[in-house]
């Protein structure tokens, strides 16, 4: 296909898809949208549709119509998240907007930035709590210091949100541009029409990072021995250590259409998939965690009687709930535990924590 065959096809697909925008502004696109998401069995009042439409920034409100995948994703592409935990974050925002703070975090919410995602945690929280019949408010106390209060019960707890950012992940952009380099070697040396000409695909998992010339040597060594490679066995890859490929057939294809135009999406179709063990950054969410409880000392100097708790959501429970556990020494006394969210979400609390600022606590880390 010709480049301007391409550019014009690309162009197409760009008209055919802003043909298809939704706009939650316009009162006919909130009723039609608000049967949609009944058919997808999300509960949403219209009169927090109503609410989100007179109050969250335009990437909240002008999406591509019909969902994809039950994402929501907005015309700007800035906005792309699951579709319940958009609805999920209207709903939030519509019961609690009555709470002290909340405009503060709808106007975070449109925020071109990770701090959007952020707020998205903070009032997933926020939202638990309020439900489960207790008083909230976002930073009390002002800036520098806690995310929310707690009260009830006779008491009040201070908690700090700290979120993994992926962007912050030295070692993400590395693997990103060792993945790209590899790509592009696999193309320039022809295995991807290699591989598209026998319907087989191929998978590289590598143990680490490398420079750029690296790449060129991992696929040189691929290209000596595919030929003679067996599908479905995995074969070692010296040129980096400890890393491995495979390959295999490609299945049926997997595809949905938007606006006649055939998008594949599943990975496994793929020529060519690059893959890295993952290891988590323990020294940033260390950072995170002391930055946290510097926050909470910052309760103390205005409410010398503070109590509080950090919600950390990170990749790798287990690990990250040991470096928590070694380093809790290097927090705040009056910070009472480390809620860990993740695949395995756990608990570090000091020992003389009460069982029922315990049970406080240990409700930001249910999923």
Known sequence: MSPQLQAANRLRTIVAWLENVLDLRRTEEREAFSAFLTAQGIALEPAAVEFAASNLHDDWLVGIWPIVLNLWSSVSGKRVIPLSAWAETLASIYEMREVAGIQE??????IDSHEALDTVL??????KYHRA???VAFEPN???CSDLSIDGRGFRLYCEVKRENPMEHQRL???QRASQAVLNSAREREIVRWLEDRDLRLEIRFSRSFANNV?????R???DRIGDSEVNREENLPSVAGSRWIVLRRSGQIEIKQSNVPVQIATHNMPVVVAFDRKPNLQALLRRARKAGRQLENDRAKDPQALGFIVLETSHGELARDAITENFGYLPSNCIAVVVRSDVSTMVAREDTSGEHFGIASIAGTL
């Open 142 to 144: 002002g800036e520098g």
């Open 215 to 219: 790449a060129e040597a991992v696929i």
């Open 105 to 110: 975090q709808i106007r975070r919410l449109g």
């Open 173 to 175: 952009k590395s693997v």
């Open 221 to 223: 060594e691929i290209k």
């Open 133 to 135: 019949g207790y008083g």
């Open 122 to 127: 903070v009032i997933k929280l926020a939202i």
